[in-house]
């Protein structure tokens, strides 16, 4: 798959705080990012089940994404919906270039 590779403005990796969701916006997408045992992961700022924001929500013991609104669960690596109600959360990858965060759109 080709990606449209986009600097994440204003956001440095070593900036982020451990396992704090925070919400940004790239070419206009609202985009979730999260920091967790310095792995970081990118996935769509609202919930695919109602659209609550993801930046309002927290990690389970397990480091899975926990929704604020209905408490449905999804893998920050790959959407998947850990809780088993059939969503799938979309991710993006993301590299790191000279600390600099890049997304792939
Ligand atoms: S809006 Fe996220 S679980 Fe319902």
Redesign the pocket.
Known sequence: MLYNWTAIKGIRFEDLTDRKIIEVSVDEKRIALLKKDEHLFAFAAT?P????KFCTGWLDVQGRIV?P????RFEPTNGRNTSGEGYKLRTYPLEIREGLIFIGL
């Open positions: 919930c089940h109602a659209g609550a929704c609104e209905h408490k449905y």
